[in-house]
Structure formats: C-alpha cells, structure tokens
C-alpha cells in the first residue's frame, strides 16, 4: 500500500506532429502503412480477455481502395453480449474497488504507449480503414485520444476532490460510487478518439463497459483494445463485441444490468436506443443514465463586416466543410452569406475548392479521402442529383461529381441554394457538400433567426464579423443553435480541455465530452456522515421550560 494522497501529473495537450518530407514520424508512419496493407487481420470477439472467433464474418475495407480487405471480423450475437455482462459483472466489484491513483496509473500509461510505439499503429489503422488523410489521422488517433486519457484521469481527480461542507462534531463525505450494472459503449466509424473516450471515460470512474466498434472502423478499434491490454485495463473491465447494432443494441438494451449507454452516431439510432429503454424502464437495476453526441448541421453565418477577412472566412468554409470528406459531426454543411460579400467570396471558394487533392491517403499530396462506405456514397449523390434537378432554386458552383470504380470519391461540391429551407440546408448529409444561401445585407437578423431555426439540429456553429455588435448579436439569436459556438474560426476542431464537445436538440444530450461534465455522467454519489458526538438526549432544549 502507499500512504499518500496522490495527485496525478497535471495534463498538457499532446503537440500535433508535422509528417513533412524527411520527418522521423512521418518515415515511421509510412512504414506502417507499408506493413498494415500488406496484412489481413482476423479480428475477434474479445469477453474476459478471451478471444472468439464466432465464424459469422464481416469485412474491413479500404474506403478509398474498395477492393482492398483489411480485416476480416468475427461478429458477436445475443448470446455473447450476454456472456460479455456476466463477464463484466463478475469483474466490477474488484475494479470499482481498486484505488483511484491505481486505475489512473493504467490509463496514464497508456496514454504513453499511444504517445510513443502505438501512435504509428493507430494512425495508420485510421488513415486505411477510415480514409483519413495523415493530419486528419493524427489530430484525431494520436492527438485526441491521448488528451482523452489524460485529461479524463485529471477531470476524474477533480471529480473525486469535490466534497461538502461539514459542520462542527461531524465529518461528510461523498462516495463516488460507480453505476449500478454496465455501461453500453457504442462507437460510430468517425473518429477513433471518440471509440476510445466511450469506453475508456467510464471505466476510469469504476464502471465496466461493453464496447460496440462501428463495422468500418473495427480495425482501429482493435487497435484501441490492444493498447488497453498491454496498458493493463484488467480482463473484462472492458468486452469487445463487434457486430450488427441492432442485434447486440436490442440485447444489451433490455438487459436490467444496464447502467448506462455512451453513444455516438446517428440521431435516429439515438432515439431509437432511447424508446428502447423507455418501453424496458420497468425492467432496470437503476434508471440507465443516456449519454448521446448524435448528428449536425452546422453552420458558417457571415456578417457583411466580414469584407477584409474573405480569406479567413472561405478557409474557414472549405477547411470546416471538406475535411475528412465533410464526416464530422461538426463539419460546417451550411453557409449563410451576405450579397455585398457574395461575388468575391464565391470566386475564393471556386479558387481553394478546386486546388484540393482527393485520392489515396497514403499520398501525402491528398487533402481528402473517399467517404466511408457504398451506403454514404449513394446517399451523398441522390442530394447531388437532387442539386442538379434544382432548377432555379439550386446551382452547383463547385464539385459535384462522384465516382464508385476503385474507391468511394466524391468530389467536395458547392451548391448555392435561394430557398434557406432547402433539404440540402436542413438534413444531415455527412458528406462532402456544403450550401450556400446569399441573404440581403439588411436582413441580418431576419437570417440569424432563421439559421437558428432551419434545422433541428445544435452541435456547432460559426460567425465571421468584425463588427463586435454583429457578433453580440449572432451569439445572442444563436445561443441555443449550437453547443460549441466559434468566432472567426471554422466550427470544427474542439480540443479536450480547451472546448468541451456536444450540443443539444436533436444532436444530443449535451454532456460535454473532453471535460467533468460527462465524467459526472458514470458515477453515482453516495453521501456519508460522520458525527463525532452523537446526542444522548431525545428532548431538544426549545422543549424545556
């Protein structure tokens, strides 16, 4: 045992490495990709650190190579998520109950691995896997994660500190205890910081996790496991179960061990999660605790102020609309724009637009990748034909082409749209396409309400002005049109620490990840009192005469 009150290493953000030509990291990470291709890995069910390899296959491709297998992965079925709960179950009681500055001590260290020997391992995963191009790879599978650990053991200690007032002859304490049951950690193919932090965030306040990889990012996922066993997350502590949503999502769903659910994805499997748990309320240990970042269409507004800072904005726009291939839930998808700044705009716009790189991510010259999968692909070019059969009401400025034969490439495409309420300026499209609607400069405010209400959706957003009273006024109108608001800066890029990350309406509950607000969400405090001189008379002195 340690006789101390141990405080762990204050955090600092991991510096984003450059991969320029000639770099160590950059040779590094090339050869990885090299290895990485050349393999085909078989990925299994993962329960009590057992590996299953259940027969049922799926397939991890190259989204930018479709032809080009990855991995092949076992999927789990009913019967595994419940063997993983029993698993889990059997474990909790030990975990909760090993020291704090203990299970800190794990997920530091593997906040080093991934800072050291991983980092290669899961930026190449994620560039193959993903399509994500190296810095795209790095902020997100080498950067992110890391703060993610980091941080969250920080928050966690914070948390922990955070304890009541005690009158005179008594001591109260607060227990932070871990949720009853399990928590069902269901990831999205996005960004593989965030399968990390959905599983890793609970379990570092105590709790034990199912953790449900997305099919198309089930190899860095693998690779996230790996790093939590060889940092030494107990067996159990965390079950990998690869699979069909629905299939594992109604089995853990209606089990009465489920404590809690940690989500990202689409808002329509949110809320059908969600009317899952309300028609089994009857059937839980506790009231499960729903933690959701779900979808987004958010939103670039300009101020005609904005005339000096084109460049800035049209950066902003292209950077926040087009990287990643437009599949962040920040990722900007509509514009608003002033007709006094719309003409020399729009020619920028055509300018950077057509200067962007797209093709395979492992050519360091590429901006962008191929969006995920065939079902992505069809989606984003019906609202492409739906574009291009628009009429009056819609042109494509840039872009607008798409093309299946070796990979899932589609052009970054502009369309600029006269009716503010268009489906490509209301529906989450999570692709490469951004609208465009040019408002009359007097109507200012008359177009900041109807950003705010246009759609149903409050992740993120951005205003460019240099008038402060306009930006006074877009924060005002917009206050509840976004949970991560940016001034003068794209709406993407949240950093752990610096902006904490989620929205409300339809894009989720708004719990914060990347600091102790959703930490606060995976435990459930126990108040203690003490007193030193407890009473030995019944009468209270107001009764005596």
């Known amino acids: 045992m340690i006789n101390a009150i141990a405080r762990v290493p204050p955090p600092q953000n991991e510096p984003v490495l450059s991969f320029t030509a000639g770099s160590p990291e950059r040779a590094t990470l090339q050869a990885a990709l090299q290895r990485m291709a050349s393999e085909r890995l078989d990925i299994p069910v993962v329960i009590g650190g057992k590996q299953i390899r259940t027969g049922k296959k799926d397939e991890v491709r190259m989204p930018h190579k479709h032809s080009h297998v990855l991995a092949t992965v076992h999927e789990a079925d009913a019967s595994h998520v419940e063997q993983a709960i029993q698993n889990a179950l059997s474990v909790k009681e030990e975990w ?36 994500k191009t190296a810095h795209q790879a790095e902020i997100d599978a080498a950067c992110e994660a890391i703060d993610f650990l980091r941080f969250n053991v920080h928050f966690a200690e914070r948390l922990l500190a955070e304890q009541p007032v005690s009158s005179p002859q008594t001591w109260n304490l607060l227990d932070y205890r871990p949720l009853d049951g399990f928590v069902f950690a269901v990831a999205p193919f996005n960004f593989t910081s965030i399968s990390l932090n959905l599983c890793t965030a609970p379990a570092i306040m105590g709790n034990v996790v199912l953790f449900k990889p997305a099919p198309t990012s089930a190899l860095s996922s693998w690779y996230v496991m790996e790093l939590l066993r060889e940092a030494g997350v107990p067996d159990g502590v965390i079950n990998f179960l690869p699979g069909d949503g629905p299939t594992l999502g109604k089995a853990a769903l209606t089990s009465p061990h489920l404590g809690g659910v940690h989500f990202t994805g689409s808002t329509p499997t949110f809320q059908s999660m969600w009317h899952t748990v309300g028609e089994n309320i009857q059937r ?30 049209a950066t902003a726009i292209v950077r926040g609309g087009y990287e990643y291939q437009g599949q962040k839930c920040s990722a900007a998808s509509r514009v608003y724009v002033p007709e006094s700044l719309w003409p020399k705009l729009k020619a920028r716009l055509q300018e950077f637009i057509a200067e962007l790189r797209m093709g395979d991510v492992t050519d360091f010259r590429n901006f962008m990748g191929a969006v995920i999968d065939e079902r992505s692909f069809k989606k984003v070019s019906s609202y492409i034909d739906l574009a291009k059969q628009g009429g009056a009401e819609a042109s494509i400025i840039a872009g607008g082409d798409a093309d299946r034969s070796e990979g899932w490439f589609v052009k970054p495409t502009l369309v600029q749209l006269t009716n503010p309420r268009h489906r490509i300026m209301q529906e989450e499209i999570f692709a490469p396409l951004v609208g465009v609607h040019v408002y009359p400069d007097a109507r200012f405010e008359e177009t900041l309400r109807e950003c705010d209400q246009a759609a149903t959706y409050a992740l993120t957003g951005a205003v460019f002005a240099r008038d402060r009273k306009a930006i ?35 894009s989720g509950t708004n719990d914060k990840a990347g600091s102790m607000l959703n930490l606060v969400r995976w435990t459930s405090p126990r108040t203690i009192k003490e007193n030193f001189a407890p009473p030995t008379r019944v009468p209270y002195p107001f009764m005596q005469g």
């Open 472 to 506: 006074s006024t877009a924060m005002s109108t917009l206050r509840h049109a976004a949970g991560n608001f940016y001034i003068n800066d794209k709406p993407t890029g949240a950093v752990v620490g610096q902006q904490p990350f989620g929205g409300s309406r339809a």
């Open 96 to 131: 909760s109950r090993m020291p704090f500055p203990e299970r800190a001590a794990i997920f530091l260290r593997a906040a080093e691995l991934l800072a050291t020997r991983y980092r290669p391992l899961l930026n190449a995963s994620t560039m193959l896997g993903q399509s």
């Open 284 to 313: 839980y240990k506790q009231y499960p605790r729903l933690v959701g970042e779900t979808g987004g269409k958010d939103f670039v507004f300009a101020h005609a102020s904005a005339a000096d800072d084109l460049d800035a904005l």
